[in-house]
């Protein structure tokens, strides 16, 4: 009983008593989205971290490409339709957020199948000095 009255006392007493709002400062929220699956980025050594956005125009593609390091992508508006290195095709609505996997073994190629932009908000974590992108020949499966 006692201890419950001091944990009873301790959730509802003030948990910063020095805390002070912050004043000055302003902030943007450029993209948002959610990912339905757990987000893991890693990176080795002295690494470079990018923030990009690119527009895939209706009918456009990236064209077969990997990346030396992970990408964390948001789709601002749009569908990205993606084909990946075994000719599987994820398809990922506005709203989505995914990490794109680092290495040639992860080839794909990025379009827009539908009839307004693609927008995506990119952050790369790259080894240092390494490309955004690699360009690559499309596999056999994928009959390009």
């Known amino acids: 009983m006692l201890l419950a009255a001091c944990l009873g006392l301790i959730a509802t007493a003030p948990s910063v008593a020095n805390a002070t709002p912050g004043s000055g400062v302003t ?3 450029l993209a948002q989205g ?3 699956k757990k987000l893991k980025l ?3 050594g002295p690494t470079e971290v990018i923030v990009r956005t690119i527009t895939i125009d209706p009918g456009g593609s990236t064209g077969w490409h990997y990346h030396d390091g992970q990408l964390l992508v948001l789709v601002q ?3 990205l339709t993606r084909t990946l290195e075994d000719c599987s095709v994820e398809v990922t609505p ?3 957020a995914f990490v794109e996997p680092a290495g040639p073994e992860h080839r794909h190629n990025g379009r827009n199948l539908g009839t307004e932009p693609v927008v995506l908000y990119l952050t790369y974590v790259l080894p240092k000095g390494s ?3 690699v360009n690559v020949d499309a596999p056999s499966c994928a009959g390009e």
């Open 27 to 29: 902030g943007t929220v």
């Open 34 to 36: 959610v990912s339905e």
């Open 42 to 44: 890693k990176a080795k």
């Open 77 to 79: 508006s749009g569908t």
């Open 94 to 96: 506005a709203g989505t």
């Open 131 to 133: 490309p955004l992108s």
